[in-house]
């Protein structure tokens, strides 16, 4: 009988900055979105303070103050490295793991004896906290969606582990499990099961596949089945081929000339064609847009954006930086204070077959080698080493994100490794 195991770190961006800072460990910690904008991240005292998932800054800062909240900003070159590490561990526990998300993975547990998963789950637990320090709680049950429901509950039991592999067990902890929490119901979705006084995982269970169709479409009638104990989700030890690609940021400050614009979203290019080029894919368009803050109801407004097609697939940054700079050619417009702008890309594919000079004069074989030189560069020694020109040097403080409040990067970066005196 299929049998899958989630497990995530607690708190999972608060964790990684307390593995570093004993101090921190019965004191509520936020850590913030980009710009140290709103809270992305809160520990159970946090929480216990009323702070909220995505309450702005600006709203909780004298509460941080007065109840001496240690606030961050984002760290996220430090939670990918825990993460991978995390991972590994996971690795040697079972051959088949999908890394569901930054701090989630999904492991197949189905070769263990119903009787052995809880001692199994407690010993990852426990090897997890002693080789990197993050704490974790693991759900386990016959499909995806059973294990994310028992990893929630599980985080209210001591043990952080909870195994609903039996029927029986499941229907105690679905009869007062809120249907919110399920995975998969968005709050769209609660409404529509809450007029029909379906309120519980047990009642949403018991409930008819077609209607749940009919009203939440074929993910909601998989959701049922899934919570009856039928898989509609495969775990997926190789992870797809990437659909799309965004870079997207929030200005550290507001941004009200073309040139700024300009090297901004030359600056997000130049990412987008790092992204493309580490996953082996290209794109033949790129979209980018612009926008004001929907905050500042004094100022004037605007939200525009526009897709510039490329002759050829490709992900070579000094074409995607052309493509970009044509639309923001087009679509600027002095007079606002920009707060907001980024590059998008669908339809992913691998790149062609070069071929020579085929268009816009590019020597393929030229751009690689610069391409992958770049690469080389600032994989050695940080990232945005080497840029192109086009991204400026002046004026990125305007468009750089903030990270005022930022922990040093531990585990990646030689010259902020942590040190005993």
């Known amino acids: 009988m299929s049998a899958l195991a989630l497990i995530d770190g607690n708190s999972f961006y608060c964790s990684c ?20 904008g709103c809270a992305v991240a809160r520990t159970a005292e946090a929480k216990a303070l009323g702070i909220k998932m995505g309450q702005p800054m600006f709203q909780i800062r004298d509460l941080c103050r007065d109840s001496k909240v240690a606030v961050f900003s984002s760290n996220y070159a430090l939670y990918g490295d825990m993460s991978r590490r995390m ?11 999908e890394i569901y998300s930054i701090d989630e993975s999904f492991i197949d547990v189905s070769r263990l004896p119903v009787k052995d998963r809880t001692a199994w789950a407690s010993d990852l637990r426990s090897t997890t906290r002693q080789w990197t320090g993050i704490p974790t709680c693991v759900g386990i049950g016959p499909t995806k969606t059973l294990a994310k429901l028992a990893n929630k509950a ?14 029986a067990e499941q229907t105690h902890v679905m009869a007062d499990f809120p249907v919110g929490d399920v995975w998969g119901i968005g709050r769209a979705s609660q409404l529509k099961l809450a007029a029909l006084n379906i309120r519980f995982a047990g009642q949403l269970r018991d409930m008819d596949p077609k209607l749940a169709r009919q009203i939440m479409t074929v993910v909601g009638e998989r959701i049922i089945h899934e919570l009856n104990g039928r898989p509609c989700i495969a775990l ?14 929030s200005f550290g400050s507001r941004v009200t000339t073309k040139v700024e614009m300009e090297q901004a979203v030359a600056d997000y290019a130049t990412r987008l ?3 493309l080029r580490r996953h082996g894919l290209a794109t033949d368009h790129v979209t980018v847009f612009m926008h004001t803050s929907q905050f500042n109801d004094d100022e004037p407004q605007r939200n525009v954006s526009m897709t510039v097609d490329i002759p050829e697939a490709t992900n070579d940054t000094l074409t995607l930086i052309k493509a970009a700079r044509r639309a923001v050619d087009a679509l600027w417009k002095s007079g606002y204070r920009y707060s907001k702008a980024g590059i998008i890309t669908q339809d992913l594919m691998p790149p062609p077959i070069p071929q020579r000079a085929l268009f816009d004069n590019l020597d393929h074989d030229r751009a690689s080698k610069v391409m992958a030189a770049m690469d080389e560069a600032n994989r050695r020694w940080g990232r945005a080493t080497v840029v192109p020109a ?12 903030k990270f005022e409040m930022r922990s040093p990067r531990f585990t ?5 490794l942590p040190e005993c005196r």
Do not use: H, M
Not at 17 to 35: G, Q, T, Y
Not at 87 to 97: E, G, H, L, M
């Open 17 to 36: 900055e307390r593995v570093f800072d004993a101090k921190l460990e019965r004191r509520p910690v936020i850590v913030l979105s980009n710009n140290d």
């Open 87 to 97: 991972n590994a561990i996971y690795d040697t526990f079972s051959p088949d793991v």
């Open 154 to 167: 599980a985080k209210k039991l001591p043990g952080g582990v909870l195994d609903l592999s039996d029927p």
């Open 236 to 249: 997926e030890t190789v992870a797809p081929q990437r659909k799309g690609c965004a870079v997207t940021r």
């Open 273 to 275: 064609g790092e992204k």
């Open 390 to 401: 086009a991204v400026g040097i002046a004026a990125r403080s305007a468009f750089t994100t």
């Open 412 to 416: 990646t970066r030689w010259d902020e």
